[in-house]
T-cell receptor, first 109, second 117 residues
Framework: SQQGEEDPQALSIQEGENATMNCSYK?????LQWYRQNSGRGLVHLIL?????REKHSGRLRVTLDTSKKSSSLLITASRAADTASYFC?????????FGKGTRLHILP | GAVVSQHPSWVICKSGTSVKIECRSL??????MFWYRQFPKQSLMLMAT?????????EQGVEKDKFLINHASLTLSTLTVTSAHPEDSSFYIC?????????????FGPGTRLTVL
């Protein structure tokens, strides 16, 4: 199984700014997924990037993957109050997902 | 996208009783489902992997006789917390793995909040 480790653990930014979160992992993967969890709710699947892809966009989200460094980043542009949540990365090798501690993002008004 | 539901969304029970939580994949078949537990301000902890038609695989430290998992069909898995105690109070989340071509994605349910009095 894989476990991703997110960095930073907590991030506070002003509304409208960009937020960047990083993820590191240790072994080879088939793909990497990012999830969002609002407080007390389930996880929402945000984006999946395959191991042969380097960058992917979805709306205000931009994900990069560097398999040589075993790292990924999630960029949220033009942040909104509704983006306040915890974000988890999930390196996937067609196996079970072991979650790290996540990044707690807080968007300040 | 694929939808996973959980029932109930919350439950309060007395200590010593058993509670069953259902996890359903609504618009896809899931050969594998996963059960997680999350305590306040902590990450999700994987409890067990549930495969349709076979016994669940439990993570180290999870009591299989206390947390009974049944995956009777490709769209339904159940978690039964037997003889619940206050320390079992937690947020239980299931996920279902959907196969889409050669890429698999896990979709998560909304969670069930269990409070044991």
């Amino acid at each position: 199984s894989q476990q991703g480790e997110e960095d930073p653990q907590a991030l506070s930014i002003q509304e409208g700014e960009n937020a960047t979160m990083n993820c590191s992992y240790k072994t080879s993967i088939n793909n990497l997924q990012w999830y969002r969890q609002n407080s007390g709710r389930g996880l929402v699947h945000l984006i999946l990037i395959r191991s042969n892809e380097r960058e992917k966009h979805s709306g205000r989200l931009r994900v990069t993957l560097d398999t040589s460094k075993k790292s990924s980043s999630l960029l949220i542009t033009a942040s909104r109050a509704a983006d306040t949540a915890s974000y988890f990365c999930a390196p996937n090798r067609d196996d079970k997902i072991i979650f790290g501690k996540g990044t707690r993002l807080h968007i300040l008004p | 996208g694929a939808v996973v539901s959980q029932h109930p969304s919350w439950v309060i029970c007395k200590s010593g009783t058993s509670v069953k939580i259902e996890c359903r994949s609504l618009d896809f078949q899931a050969t594998t489902m996963f059960w997680y537990r999350q305590f306040p301000k902590q990450s999700l902890m994987l409890m067990a992997t549930s495969n349709e038609g076979s016994k669940a695989t439990y993570e180290q430290g999870v009591e299989k006789d206390k947390f009974l998992i049944n995956h009777a069909s490709l769209t339904l898995s159940t978690l039964t917390v037997t003889s619940a105690h206050p320390e079992d109070s937690s947020f239980y989340i299931c996920s279902a793995r959907a196969l889409a071509g050669t890429t698999d994605t896990q979709y998560f349910g909304p969670g069930t909040r269990l409070t044991v009095l």
